[in-house]
């Protein structure tokens, strides 16, 4: 799976999830990968190395936040993971 795919992810995630209390410690942890994520995805920037790694463990932490089991498997967007994945209510 390509980065850009991975930033584009992780966006979605910021846009859709920000708000919800349950995902305050995993926004609050990545707060430099999210920002890279955002930046890539946006075409503000290229990653060097070490910005690849961030990226990579941020969209991996998102996948087990999410209890993904496949961890290798590619996605095409964020539904696709919510399909797969534990999504909580607000209310949990």
Do not use: H, W
């Not at 926004?27 to 995805?41: E, R």
């Not at 060097?48 to 996948?63: A, D, F, H, W």
């Not at 089991?69 to 967007?77: I, P, T, V």
């Amino acid at each position: 799976m390509d980065l850009k795919t991975k930033a584009q992810i992780l966006v979605e995630f910021i846009d859709r999830k920000s708000d919800e209390e349950v995902y305050d410690d995993f926004f609050a942890y990545n707060d430099l990968g999210l920002p890279l994520a955002v930046a890539l995805f946006n075409d503000l920037c290229e990653l060097n190395q070490k910005g690849i790694e961030m990226l990579n463990e941020t969209y991996l932490m998102l996948l087990t936040e999410l209890q993904i089991e496949e961890l290798d498997k590619e996605f095409n967007d964020l539904d696709e993971i919510f399909s797969e994945g534990f999504v909580p209510d607000e209310d949990e």
